[in-house]
């Protein structure tokens, strides 16, 4: 089974950005449909972006459109998420997950219809 790895969190200040990184341990990537979600304290954890089988579509929740930015690199393996102008709200810890088959120009918002999940990278943010 894949194994995926985020990197990239830490601790910023209100306004600041964060690039947060997903490697697989094999090809996960490519032709797979994929996904980011965060989970803050007490709270269930929640959709944040994903990106088609194709590559070529993107879907943002409403709370991070125009300050994430999602992009992968299959030839590496990785995918990643630019993050600004981050605010207290962002702080979580952020999963990055993979799904075989489906539709290749689908997006897919719902954490069950994932097949693998990474251990998660926790972002904070304070001042």
């Known amino acids: 089974q894949v194994q995926l790895v985020e990197s990239g969190g830490g601790l910023v200040q209100p306004g600041g950005s964060l690039k947060l990184s997903c490697a697989a341990s094999?090809?996960?990537?490519?032709?797979?449909?994929i996904g980011w979600f965060r989970q803050a304290p007490g709270k269930e954890r929640e959709f944040v972006a994903a990106?088609?089988?194709?590559?070529?579509?993107?879907a943002y929740a409403d709370f991070v459109k125009g300050r994430f930015t999602f992009s992968r690199d299959n030839a590496q393996n990785t995918v990643y998420l630019q993050m600004s102008n981050l605010n207290p709200e962002d702080t979580g810890v952020y999963y990055c997950?993979?799904?075989?088959?489906?539709?290749?120009?689908?997006?897919?918002?719902?954490?069950?219809?994932?097949?693998?999940w990474g251990q998660g990278t926790q972002v904070t943010v304070s001042s």
């Open positions: 997950s993979v799904k075989g088959g489906g539709s290749y120009h689908d997006v897919y918002e719902k954490s069950y219809e994932y097949d693998a």
């Open positions: 094999r090809r996960a990537f490519s032709g797979y449909a």
């Open positions: 990106n088609s089988r194709s590559g070529g579509i993107t």
